[in-house]
């Protein structure tokens, strides 16, 4: 299957190169074309030398761990104290019993369908960069300040990648602002799980979010099903310190912002290693490798 795919985007490409060609073109329709031929370019190139560890995936039902189950079975790190020095830390770390890497895991992440689209003419489902969302930890700033603060001086730098959130109401009372006014008032906890990858990159190939990174073959009828069905997960090894946490108390509650967020922030450090498109029966439809640390 891999073969042929890669056969189809060869057409698909000398296909885009030949519009360039058209001088009528507009400035803007031409950097388009431009743009989708590089990326075909750049997408056979990353499939061609693919990793065998990637390429083992294809074709095979993985079993995905949750987050929280794979964050138990980590080894419990201290963070690095304020009275700490990196290298007395890093020194510390090292003689635990259990530091190192962990062993291989698969964890599925929240996609962004938008960035999954289907090519009719050449019957590929080719899913873009940008339906992984790396570069935050979450959208919710008090659950991106607990994050940072979790991170802190514990890690080196690497790519936030969003995993999960989840809200819970622990109380709610009756305030009253300044003039006596009544307002109700929601105390929520708030828990973010993310992943900090020591990759500087995840797909070093992708110019744009919406440069393709993995393709694979459906047929017409089923893929508007294939589209909504899909899922993408990240194998994963984590890294000291394992794992992260952090509780951030945000601002008091008022009559115009009667929610009051206790953000607990839940990280994993680890090292991605491939990309993968499951089916809802987990069976691994593409693969790609992942940029590592230099």
């Not at 560890?53 to 189950?69: A, E, M």
Request: with cysteine; hydrophobic share 40%.
């Amino acid at each position: 299957m891999i073969n042929f795919t890669t056969r189809k985007l060869r057409i698909f490409a000398p296909i885009a190169c030949t519009c360039l060609a058209i001088p009528a073109l507009a400035d803007a329709q031409f950097d388009d074309l431009k743009n989708q031929t590089d990326d075909i370019t750049n997408l056979i190139d990353a499939e061609n030398s693919k990793s065998v560890l990637c390429k083992s995936y294809v074709g095979k039902r993985v079993v995905p761990t949750t987050f929280n189950t794979l964050a138990t079975t980590l080894p419990k790190r201290t963070v690095k104290g304020e009275f700490e020095t990196t290298a007395q830390y890093q020194a510390r770390i090292a003689a635990t019993p259990g530091s190192g890497s962990a062993n291989l895991s698969v964890l599925v992440l929240p996609i962004d369908r938008t960035f999954v689209r289907y090519n009719a003419d050449i019957g590929l489902m080719l899913v873009s960069a940008g339906a992984v969302n790396t570069g935050e930890y979450s959208e919710q700033t008090g659950a991106e300040a607990s994050a940072w603060l979790a991170v802190g001086n514990n890690v080196g730098k690497g790519t936030p990648v969003f995993v999960g959130q989840n809200e819970r109401v622990i109380r709610t009372y009756v305030g009253h602002n300044l003039f006596g006014a009544a307002f109700r008032v929601s105390e929520i906890e708030r828990t973010t799980q993310a992943l900090h990858l020591t990759n500087t990159r995840l797909f070093a190939f992708a110019k744009r979010d919406t440069s393709p990174i993995m393709g694979f073959e459906v047929p017409l009828a089923a893929a508007p099903r294939s589209k909504q069905s899909i899922r993408i997960a990240l194998v994963v090894r984590p890294q000291d310190p394992f794992f992260l946490s952090y509780n951030f108390k945000g601002p008091e509650p008022t009559s115009s912002e009667p929610n009051g967020y206790t953000d607990r922030a839940s990280i994993i450090v680890a090292e991605a290693q491939c990309a993968l498109v499951l089916s809802m029966q987990n069976q691994v439809l593409a693969s790609v490798d992942t940029s590592k640390l230099k």
